[in-house]
């Protein structure tokens, strides 16, 4: 059934694993991640933001996402990530959806509080639950200096104001994890303090770890070998994110090595085989690969096999 993350993520808190979030946009990536899922015994939140939304069509999406709950018969999340404004989740709540993340992470903290609240009240009137934001994910870009990037992290004094004032569900934090390929220049490093001192301040309440791809290099050096150009990529090593996941992390948010992986697979075939011209031959192999790195990622990354 589609259900809220409630459930998920209280029996995630209290045995040290987490779920994963995977973000969709077409029916080869959603059925990649819930057919991994279903075999791994695991429930899974698929999430889209605004322009995957726009992408797919609302319609269009809703019905591929109900077909695949019935089809596997796990319990499915279907969340907004990154809702830019009241309005956006409002509409993802009135389609359907069983979470809606308001990232208002980018206004100073009073307005960001404002902005949630109102989206906690529409959100939970209709049974619905909220994910926010608190603090800003540093890409490599920012990192100038590491006191910049640091000076971006949440802070747990904040944490706890913040959720004790929105009523928020779950909480999305920054200790170092940033979006896309290229999130470290040198050494891999995440606050572990702040995130345990953010934990103590909300205890049993559910975290979330965005930027959470590994970036797995099997798959950067796939794209580059049949025609890819993807210099200096690089990601979360897999022992920090099955550490963040032990603890108060109970949402990792993947989309970065999905793409990676279905794009790899689409350029290995229109290299190995280029008399093929059939569509199901490439996103075929992409639905494939997208399955094996979901695998890959409940039983290495997240800890939810048998979760359900
Ligand atoms: O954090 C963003 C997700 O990877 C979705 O990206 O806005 O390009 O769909 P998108
Ligand atoms: P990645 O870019 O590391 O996959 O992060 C995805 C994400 O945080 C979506 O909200
Ligand atoms: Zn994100
Ligand atoms: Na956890």
């Known amino acids: 059934p589609l259900v809220t993350t409630k459930e998920m993520f209280k029996k995630a808190y209290e045995n040290g694993y987490a779920i994963g979030a995977f973000n969709i946009n077409n029916m080869e ?30 319609t269009y999406l809703m019905k591929m996402v109900e077909a695949a709950v019935e089809d596997t018969g796990i ?24 979470s809606v993340m308001i990232d208002a992470s980018k206004y100073p903290l009073e307005e960001n509080i404002r902005i949630t609240k109102e989206v906690v009240e529409y959100a939970h009137s209709k049974g619905v639950v909220v994910e926010a934001e608190l603090g800003k994910l540093a890409g490599i870009e920012d990192e100038v200096k590491v006191s910049a990037r640091e000076a971006k992290f949440t802070d747990p004094d904040e944490a706890y104001e913040f959720v004790s004032r929105t009523g928020v569900d779950s909480l999305a934090i920054a200790i170092g994890t940033s979006h896309g390929a290229y999130k470290f220049k040198g050494e891999a490093k995440l606050d572990f303090e702040r995130l345990e001192a953010i934990a103590n301040k909300l205890p049993g309440f559910p975290l979330v770890l965005h930027g959470a791809s590994a970036v797995m290099p099997e798959f950067v050096e796939k794209c580059n070998k049949y025609g890819g150009k993807l210099e200096g990529a690089q990601g979360i090593p897999v022992d920090m994110l099955r550490k963040a996941a032990s603890m108060a992390i109970c949402k990792i948010n993947m989309d970065t090595d999905l793409r990676l ?11 190995t085989k280029p008399e093929e011209f059939d569509p199901r031959k490439y996103l075929g192999a992409a639905r494939d690969s997208i399955k094996m790195v979901v695998k890959d990622k409940i039983k290495t990354v997240l800890g939810s096999s048998n979760a359900i």
């Open 29 to 58: 990536i959603i059925q990649g991640i819930v057919d991994a899922a279903k075999e791994e015994n695991s429930p899974v939140i698929l999430q889209v933001s605004a322009s995957a939304i726009k992408y797919a069509r609302p």
């Open 75 to 98: 319990p499915i999340a279907l969340h907004l990530d990154h809702g830019e404004s009241f309005d956006v989740c409002k509409m993802c709540i009135d389609l359907g959806f069983t």
């Open 261 to 271: 992986a279905m794009t790899a697979s689409i350029r290995e075939v229109f290299a």
